[in-house]
């Protein structure tokens, strides 16, 4: 069964040389860019009521993040000042730009009063609704600012965040909330193959690929504020996932859950991974073949008035608990133009998805992810204007 990675496309193989651009026109890195393996992400608390200070970290984010993309230092690691502290922490020199992107987040506590950014909240920013299910722990929970680092290594990645949140630290405007380290990349994009999540299924085979749909329902172009346009809005939910249990269950019970057949993905109603999901095919006893309480069921834009969004989540593990069982689970990120649409699927999937017995919604966060700066610009330099 290694086929597949036998006959690899350009963008499944591993390129450490390979960069993105920070600057540009459009919209961040790190949505619609091709899914890395690795995600180092976290969350912050902004630590000081000053706007000058929310503006200086987001200008030193930036500039640090153009940096580390092109697979530079953000300063010297070894000082020539003999008791010099070095200002770039040095674990990623030599591994290459491994693709990294870092994705910038402004939460819900940005726009406010407190930093004269009341009036420039974007039109649809606001706290997640409270979703069915919901089990959320305000240790992973919420946060002012985002960042999503992505790249082909993880030492990369982490580099990139621990940076990062060094420099929150050293302006005194920010600091470290929760964080999850991923991998395994549980989402596809164009060209790539299927990746599983940790209950062995392919995840990511209806997801978004094509730039017209990015257009249609990622990207905001509502033809308000210039500086939101190109902008998204990035959902997160830390999800644990039982593993234990789903492994005592049938496989045959699996496929139900998901609608899909575990070895090849294909849906239930057809025979290969990329078959169309037929919700209307019916068994000999008159029964949906994919059951309706499955989760792509629930989950399909032909069930949901045509709502689609972009998945971009990774596995993650925390280990074990206290009883020596897996903790592990998927860090759900999804990219839309609004957020309703997330709150749309997960109103239904909370409600009534057979996974649910499988999982548990631990973490969350909303944040909106402006444009990406032109040259010479940072991300968000336009609130302050
Ligand atoms: C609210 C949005 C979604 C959450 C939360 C979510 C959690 C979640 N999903 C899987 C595994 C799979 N999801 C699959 C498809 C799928 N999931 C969502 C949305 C959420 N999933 C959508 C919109 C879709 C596409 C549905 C369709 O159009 O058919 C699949 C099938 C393969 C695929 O198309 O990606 C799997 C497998 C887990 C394990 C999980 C929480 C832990
Ligand atoms: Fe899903």
Redo the contacts with the bound molecule.
């Keep these: 069964h290694n086929a597949t990675v036998a006959k690899a496309e350009p963008e499944d193989q591993v390129d450490l040389s390979r960069q993105h651009a920070f600057y540009g026109k459009g919209g961040q890195a790190g949505v619609t860019t091709t899914p890395q393996r690795h995600v180092m992400y976290m969350t912050f608390d902004m630590t000081s009521q000053n706007p000058r200070d929310l503006q200086i970290l987001l200008a030193r984010w930036s500039a640090a993040i153009a940096q580390m993309m092109a697979g530079e230092i953000i300063g010297q690691v070894e000082p020539v000042r003999n008791s010099g502290i070095g200002m770039d922490t040095g674990e990623a020199l030599d591994l290459g730009p491994a693709s990294l992107t870092v994705t910038v987040g402004l939460g819900p506590g940005i726009f406010t009063e407190t930093y004269g950014l009341a009036d420039k909240k974007p039109a649809l920013m606001r706290e997640l609704v409270q979703l069915p299910s919901d089990n959320l722990q305000s240790a992973f929970t919420g946060g002012d600012l985002s960042l999503q680092a992505c790249a082909d290594d993880p030492q990369v990645a982490y580099h990139a965040i621990r940076n990062l949140a060094r420099i929150a630290k050293d302006t005194g405007a920010a600091a470290t909330r929760w964080s999850v380290l991923g991998f395994g990349r549980a989402s596809a994009g164009k060209n790539q193959s299927t990746p599983r ?1 940790l ?1 062995g ?7 978004l690929t094509e730039p017209t749909d990015f257009k249609k329902f990622v990207w905001i172009n509502d033809g308000g504020p210039a500086w939101q346009q190109q902008g998204t809005y990035q959902v997160v ?1 830390k ?1 644990k ?1 039982h593993i234990e249990n789903w492994d005592t269950d049938r496989v045959s019970d699996q496929n139900a859950v ?1 609608g ?1 057949h575990k070895v090849s ?1 294909a849906p239930l109603s057809g025979e290969k991974e990329f078959d169309t ?1 037929d919700f209307h095919q019916k068994d000999s006893e008159g029964a949906p073949v994919i059951p309706v309480t499955s ?2 069921s629930l ?3 032909e069930n949901n008035q045509g709502i ?2 972009l ?1 971009r989540s990774y596995n993650y593990t925390d280990g074990i608990n206290k009883l020596g069982m897996l903790d592990a ?2 860090l ?1 990120i ?1 990219y839309q133009k609004d957020p309703a649409s ?1 709150e749309a ?2 109103t239904r ?1 909370g409600a009534a998805d057979a ?1 649910n017995e499988y ?1 548990s ?1 631990i973490g969350s966060g909303i944040f909106f992810v402006p444009p990406a700066p032109p040259e010479g610009d940072y991300i968000g330099s336009q609130l302050f204007s």
Excluded: C
């Design positions: 999540n209950f299924f392919k995840d990511g085979t209806r997801n939910r999800i996932m998901f899909r993905g999901p989760h792509i989950a399909a834009h689609r969004i998945r689970g998927l759900f999804s997330f699927l997960q999937l996974l999982i919604h």
